[in-house]
Structures are given as structure tokens and as C-alpha cells.
């Protein structure tokens, strides 16, 4: 007589960092959730949760289902802006890591202003972004024409971590480039002028 398991052991190694510091994200919820196909609808069920533990991680091993698909969460913290991922899959792993990534928000505000205007043709460009996974910073350039002195209304959430500004400065047909790199803290707020 021959009995087949329909369940194997299977062990998560969760993990949840800071992806700018490092640093390991403790006290956060997780939860793993088992998902399989009845006749007419999928059918959902919880089928472990906690909290990591002082080193931001915990292993989770139980005997699950083989016909049955996973899918690992750790709840962001607050104030986050940068999520790597919201869940993950392990497909049919006996062993997976899942590694979640987050940054909390900080604020950005930007002052354009050409100090030493040559005429209406003066024209900047300015690229902003961050070395974040998955996160492309400013979508659009800024550019001005002429003798600019603009100041962003607001400040703008963004990820905390290392921001990095490339610019482009025309004036009399000759163009200079310019590059710098910023760290932004947790919860900080910078005022970022660019005189050009």
C-alpha cells in the first residue's frame, strides 16, 4: 500500500530592510497566504502571520500543499514611499528568501535660477533621480528658457537614500555640464537651488 503526501515542508526565510541604509526593518507584520482553483472561484487562506523579529527576519517552515500557490507580505512602515515589492512567490521552492525593500519619504523643493542671463536662448536641463530598484525619480526633465527664476511651489515626496542631479547649462551656444549627489534623511526636507 503505497501513501501519497499532498503536503511537503517548505521553509520562508522573510526579510525586510531599509534599501538606501540597510538597516533591518524589526516589528513589521507579515502574512502568507494560499491560493488554489476550486470549480467556479479562486479560493484564498491565510496560513501563517507574526511579526519580524529584532534582526528585521524570521523563518517560517510548516508543511503546506503541493497543488497550491503562496504568496509572502511584510506590511510597509509608515511614511514609506518606496515599496520593492507588495508580495512574492516562491513557486515551488522548498526553500525561498523573500527580501522586501522599503524607504520612508522625504521632501524635495527646487529653485531654477539663471544668475547671469545672456538672452531669451539660456536654456537648462535638469535630470533627478534616485539608485532605487524600480523607482525612476522625475519622470520628466525639468527646462527653462531665457532669464528663469522659478521655485517649485511645494515640497515633493520622494524616497529617502542618495538622489543624484545632472544639468545642462546653454548659454551662447556652448553647453557645460554639471552633476551632484545628495543623501536625504528620513522625514528631511531640502530646498535645492540650482544658480546657473
Not at 510548516?62 to 500557490?69: C, G, Q, V, Y
Not at 527580501?99 to 536654456?123: G, I, M, P, V
Not at 517649485?152 to 546653454?170: A, H, L, R, S
Request: some cysteine.
Amino acid at each position: 500500500m503505497f501513501l501519497l503526501s499532498c503536503k511537503k515542508e517548505r521553509t520562508f526565510h522573510i526579510t525586510a530592510k531599509n534599501a538606501t541604509t540597510g538597516e533591518p526593518y524589526p516589528g513589521l507584520s507579515f502574512e502568507i497566504q494560499r491560493s488554489w482553483s476550486g470549480a467556479f472561484e479562486n479560493h484564498y487562506k491565510s496560513v501563517g502571520s507574526g511579526f519580524l523579529d529584532e534582526n528585521g527576519e524570521v523563518y517560517f517552515t510548516k508543511r503546506l500543499h503541493k497543488n497550491s500557490s503562496y504568496s509572502i507580505s511584510v506590511a510597509p512602515p509608515p511614511n514609506t514611499c518606496y515599496i520593492s515589492d507588495t508580495d512574492l512567490h516562491p513557486g515551488d521552492e522548498t526553500n525561498f528568501k523573500a527580501e522586501f525593500e522599503f524607504a520612508e519619504c522625504a521632501y524635495l523643493k527646487f529653485r531654477y535660477k539663471n544668475t547671469n542671463c545672456q538672452n531669451l536662448d539660456d536654456h537648462i536641463r535638469v535630470k533627478r533621480f534616485t539608485n532605487l530598484d524600480g523607482y525612476s525619480g522625475f519622470l520628466i526633465d525639468a527646462e527653462y528658457y531665457g532669464c528663469t527664476d522659478y521655485t517649485m511651489p511645494n515640497y515633493v515626496e520622494v524616497p529617502m537614500g542618495k538622489w543624484f542631479f545632472e544639468w545642462q547649462v546653454t548659454k551662447n551656444n556652448i553647453a557645460s555640464n554639471f552633476y551632484d549627489t545628495i543623501f536625504l534623511s528620513s522625514g528631511e526636507q531640502k530646498f535645492y537651488e540650482i544658480n546657473y
